[in-house]
Nanobody
Framework: VQLVESGGGLVQPGGSLRLSCAAS????????MSWLRQAPGKGLELVAS????????FIGNSVRGRFTISRDNAASTVYLEMIDLKAEDTALYYC????????RGQGTQVTVSA
């Protein structure tokens, strides 16, 4: 299983970012994919998940209305579109799958600061 996140960076409050996660090594189009995040000094938080068919999604309360998860099964890629970013969104964002016990990538840092 390989999950490679990209798209993080430094953005001002109110800004936007699009995270991508390229997946390989497992049947991507058959599994739920998720984005998790971990802020400094805090635990891991489930941000969003998307069903294998891309139609059913879960969005966490803290980001609902601002974040959107989507996937491209042909490209084995999952995305997290983030708008109206806030300082409290600053975290290391991970792409994850529950395939065979679960795996996540190395993460991409998102920093929201003026």
């Amino acid at each position: 299983v390989q999950l490679v996140e990209s798209g993080g960076g430094l953005v001002q409050p109110g800004g936007s970012l699009r995270l991508s996660c390229a997946a390989s090594g497992f049947p991507f189009n058959r599994v739920v994919m998720s984005w998790l995040r971990q802020a400094p000094g805090k635990g891991l938080e489930l941000v969003a998940s998307v069903h294998s068919d891309g139609r059913s999604t879960f969005i966490g309360n803290s980001v609902r209305g601002r974040f959107t998860i989507s996937r491209d099964n042909a490209a084995s890629t999952v995305y997290l579109e983030m708008i109206d970013l806030k300082a409290e969104d600053t975290a290391l964002y991970y792409c994850a799958t529950d395939w065979r016990g679960g795996s996540r990538g190395q993460g991409t840092q998102v920093t929201v600061s003026a």
